[in-house]
């Protein structure tokens, strides 16, 4: 009697997710999220890990408070992965010999530490849900959280992407340089199936961040687009030469907080690169900039719904059959299994440091 009475009392648990699951999207339709790549979900992981967000959350607002400047490394990785190759966690791939995405020159500057802490917060996850959470799906959440939590909007993500098996090295051709005018830009863009206004709501991720000396080639010596003589003075102070170790931060006025002060940068000539500054200027971007600059909530709006867009190119899921969940974020799984005990251990391991 005991046994038909845990039983039912456990019919009873799911069949009360499964209704919480169905309210949940439900409740989301109804907000006109933008539309989805079939195999993805607001809620795939709902009944395997129930509590993924709050992990990568957590994790996040420790990290945070000791490095802010880890949110903009973390974006930056996400739409570098995601621009170049698709959001299929390609660009954490290690290659024995060095020749990996991250050796390409569009990813100079990525930063170690940012790659790092997907791979923490991915031991941290199977500590509790076990190998069921893509790093691809780490990655979007992370960003996501990148964003929110140093002020930026609180949005959905989808999620069901699968990790690939290998890396190209060509991907990162795809990725826009900083010396870019708003025409290549457009052209580039349009190629994913971006329009103008998406791609001045993604610049507007520069409004926190720093960036090497490296990426400021025309800034420094060209008046086209225009640039505020005292912050030219000022760039120049910090970069005397472009291959100088200096960083400059994005974002003058603001620089450790997502908001659109950005866009305020370009409107009075202080933005640091040449693709950013020439947005303020060119007929189908200018006035999008005006927007931005004067209406943070449209700003807000527009960035996270271009957000989940750049999150869904070419992803990987279970409906295409091909793809993997990666027991290590570094590394495509090995043919055989993992073995039990070697998962164990791992877990074992992670809990004595926590």
Partial sequence: MARVSALFHSFLLVSSLLLASQTLVSSRKLEKKPSLVPGLSWNYYFIECLNLEGIVKGHLEKAFKTDKG????????????????????????????GQ?????????????????????????IYLQCLPVVSCADILVLAARESVRQLGGPSFDVPLGRKDSFTFDLDGPDNLPPSFFRTDELLDLFAERDFDATELVALSGAHTYGRSHCLSLANRTTESDPPIDPDFKNKLLATCPTLDSDNTVDLDVRTPATFDNMYYINLLNRQGVFTSDQDLASHPQTKEIVNTYA???????????????????????????????????CFTPNKKSMVSVEGAVEEVVQLAETI
Avoid at 301 to 307: L, W
Wanted: aromatic share 8%; net charge neutral; glycine share 6%.
């Fill in 294 to 328: 004067s209406n943070q909530k449209e700003f807000f709006k527009a960035f996270q719904d271009a957000f989940v867009k750049v999150s869904q190119i070419d992803v990987i899921t279970s409906r295409q059959g091909k793809g993997e969940i990666r027991k290590k």
């Fill in 70 to 97: 880890l949110a903009p490394g973390i974006l930056r990785l996400f739409f570098h992965d995601c621009f170049s190759n698709g959001c299929d966690a390609s660009i954490l791939l290690n290659a024995d010999d």
């Fill in 100 to 124: 990996d995405e991250k050796s390409h020159p569009a990813n100079i500057g990525i930063r170690p530490e940012a790659l790092q802490v997907i791979e923490d917060i991915r031991s941290r």
